[in-house]
């Protein structure tokens, strides 16, 4: 056999389990494009927001801060506010409670983003223990991390055929045909094909596209230290991004894997709803993009071995918490294709197991 482990993605899955992978065995990593990292993981809003998604993704995010804090530069303050309108108390509600903000004025709010328009904003929350996320230094530091102990990462190797042999797997790729004993499909958007192409059974990943723009600084103001902001519901969100604003409609239309691109009518509508809640119009846009978020059915990521083919291992369903749960993510996979006992509780170990869907 050519590796221990082959992973197919060179996202933030799939390099961030190369890293802890590289640690067992050996491993080569086939990613489709030129580049790692050119889908979903190149489009985020590059937050941690540990208390985001459901329980058991709550759990993950929550367990990977340490990994987090332990690499300088990684993480920085940004802090994360919600603003409602009057007539949006029952989302503001629900959304102040499930992520544990403290209630704020809307004078308090203005004291942190000066544009926004108290005759229209009436509700406000804010929470601290949103973080920005470093994810280039991640990306490459799980890279190097990975090849230091000898990982074979390969771009432009897209996988066209998945073959069972006795013990392991014969991967045909753009780059070449390789044997491993395990797969780990890794592969974003693109996971369900996979299992497709190797006889699994897909267990029913949807991709969701979510558009972004990049506006310049409202009224030339310095936003560097602006919370992210977002919209009860999240029918959209700001965030500071080197020194102008990336604002997201935040939607999730249905698509078919594919290199997504931002729909304008959506931006456009997206836009609108930012607009309404301060006062600086927005003039022009200096970029857009879209990527595809990708949910299991219950919207939990799915990580352990397949039940019908255990040399098959999906680390999949990342959606839109891919990077902050990353760390934890990647150890957990290490520690069941290890044999070890997982660091991760018992019960969230299940949740995340693709054995809840039969
Ligand atoms: C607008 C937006 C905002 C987001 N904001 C955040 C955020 O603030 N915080 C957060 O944690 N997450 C966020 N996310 C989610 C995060 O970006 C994703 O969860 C994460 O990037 C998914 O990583 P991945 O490696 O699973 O997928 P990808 O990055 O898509 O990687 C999968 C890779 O598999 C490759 N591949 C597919 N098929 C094949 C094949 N046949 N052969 C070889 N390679 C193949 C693809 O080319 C791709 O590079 C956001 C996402 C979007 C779109």
């Known amino acids: ?20 992978l590289s640690e067992l065995g050996r491993v080569i990593v086939l990613e489709a494009e030129d580049v790692l990292a050119h889908h979903a993981s ?25 990994y987090f804090r332990s690499l300088p530069g990684v993480l920085g303050a940004r802090g994360l506010m919600l603003v409602g309108k009057a007539d949006g108390v029952e989302a503001f509600e629900h959304d102040l409670q499930a992520m544990a903000f403290d209630r704020i004025s809307v004078a308090e709010a203005r004291t942190m983003v000066p544009i926004l328009n108290p005759e229209v904003v009436a509700l406000a929350g804010y929470a601290s223990h949103a973080e ?36 392991g797997w014969r991967v045909t790729s753009a780059a070449g045909e390789f044997t491993a004993r395990m797969i780990v499909n890794a592969a974003g ?31 030339g103001l310095d936003v560097s230290r602006w919370p992210m902001m977002f919209g009860p519901g999240e029918d959209w969100y ?4 080197a020194g102008a604003l990336i604002v997201s409609p935040a939607e999730e239309h249905l698509m078919e894997p594919h290199d997504a691109w931002a729909d304008d009518m959506v931006l456009a509508e997206g ?28 919207r939990v990521l799915v990580i352990g071995r397949d039940l019908r083919e255990p040399t098959f291992f999906w680390l999949a369903g990342q959606g ?21 006992t997982p660091e991760l509780g018992a019960d969230l170990v299940a949740a995340l197991s693709p054995a809840r869907f039969g």
Do not use: N
């Open 1 to 20: 056999m050519d590796a221990d482990f082959l992973i197919i993605g060179g996202g933030i899955a799939g390099i961030s389990a190369a890293a802890r």
């Open 42 to 66: 190149s489009r985020s809003a590059a937050l941690y927001e540990p208390r985001y998604g459901a329980s058991a993704v709550v759990g993950l995010s929550m367990a990977s801060g340490d």
């Open 132 to 167: 920005d996320v470093d994810t280039d230094l991640l990306i490459q530091g799980f890279a190097r991390e990975a090849k230091g102990r000898g990982a074979q990462v390969l771009t432009k190797a897209r996988v066209s055929a998945v073959t069972k042999l006795d013990g």
């Open 189 to 219: 958007a693109w996971v369900d094909e996979i299992a497709r192409l190797a006889g699994v059974r897909t267990l029913g990943f949807t991709p969701y596209r979510r558009s972004m723009a990049r506006i310049p600084a409202p009224g």
């Open 238 to 241: 700001a965030k500071p991004d």
């Open 271 to 298: 836009l609108a709803r930012y607009e309404e809640m301060v006062t600086e119009p927005v003039t022009r846009l200096l970029a857009s993009w879209a990527g595809l978020r990708t949910f299991s059915p219950d």
């Open 320 to 340: 839109g918490y891919g990077f902050q749960t990353c760390p934890a993510a990647s150890r957990l996979a290490a520690d069941l294709i290890g044999g070890r």
